[in-house]
């Protein structure tokens, strides 16, 4: 049982250049969510989905597309990167009806874009 | 649009010290309040408190709600080099997370 795990764990982007971020879990989990967090501050969250092909917007989601295709998988895209996107990158997972105490955290991405 | 504020943001402290953290909140729809420790990597959950006036307790570390007037606070007593971390509170609303911005905890030799 991997958990959750993130690819890539470390990237360095030009502005303006595209990438997609993979989440993926093995714990047929239905709700995932990915969160940016800077320095000095909280987890805020991008988007999250609740099902597969379903997604929704959270607090801070300008500037990031997701896909959620396949159940195990939840894809952070930045289209067009900009400094302010550099960033830690965490996804997560839970099992509807638990608590977001079960929430199952992935090991995070670094994200510096120049 | 929930908030959650904790104080406060840093603090340095010497091994042994006791410590309080506070988490203040603005949020429609509580559910619950949620006390991660951050050590350079993903948050670790610590307790989940739903409940006012209930303390939550793990060894050193202790939580209490006050649902009345919307805060938490987390201590720890006999602090140890250990528990130098970001500590971070977050509320659940509906199927949505909300964290504060963190406390940096210090604790020196």
């Known amino acids: 049982n991997a958990g959750v795990t993130q690819t890539p764990k470390f990237r360095v982007l030009k502005t303006g250049q595209s990438m997609t971020l993979l989440c993926a879990q093995d714990?047929?989990?239905?709700?995932m969510y990915w969160y940016r967090q800077d320095p000095g501050m909280g987890l805020r969250l991008i988007h999250y989905s609740v099902g597969e092909g379903t997604t929704a917007k959270g607090e801070v989601p300008d500037g990031y597309n997701v896909s959620r295709l396949k159940k195990q998988n939840f894809l952070l895209g930045l289209e067009s990167a900009a400094p302010s996107q550099t960033s830690v990158y965490f996804c997560?997972?839970?099992?509807?009806?638990?608590?977001?105490?079960?929430?199952?955290f992935g090991p995070g991405t670094r994200l510096t874009v120049l | 649009e929930d908030k959650v504020v904790q104080s406060p943001l840093s603090l340095v402290v010497h091994e042994g010290d006791t410590v309080t953290l506070n988490c203040s909140y603005e949020v429609t729809n509580f559910r619950s309040l949620l006390w991660y420790k951050q050590e350079k990597k993903a948050p670790t959950f610590l307790f989940m408190l739903t409940s006012s006036g209930i303390e939550k307790k793990s060894g050193r570390l202790s939580s209490i709600l006050d649902k009345k007037e919307l805060f938490s606070i987390l201590n720890i007593t006999a602090t140890q080099t250990g528990d130098s971390a970001i500590y971070l509170c977050?509320?659940?609303?509906?199927?949505?997370?909300?964290f504060g911005e963190g406390t940096q905890l210090t604790v020196n030799p």
């Open positions: 714990m047929n989990h239905e709700y």
């Open positions: 977050a509320v659940t609303s509906g199927s949505r997370l909300t």
């Open positions: 997560a997972s839970r099992k509807p009806g638990t608590s977001f105490n079960e929430q199952f």
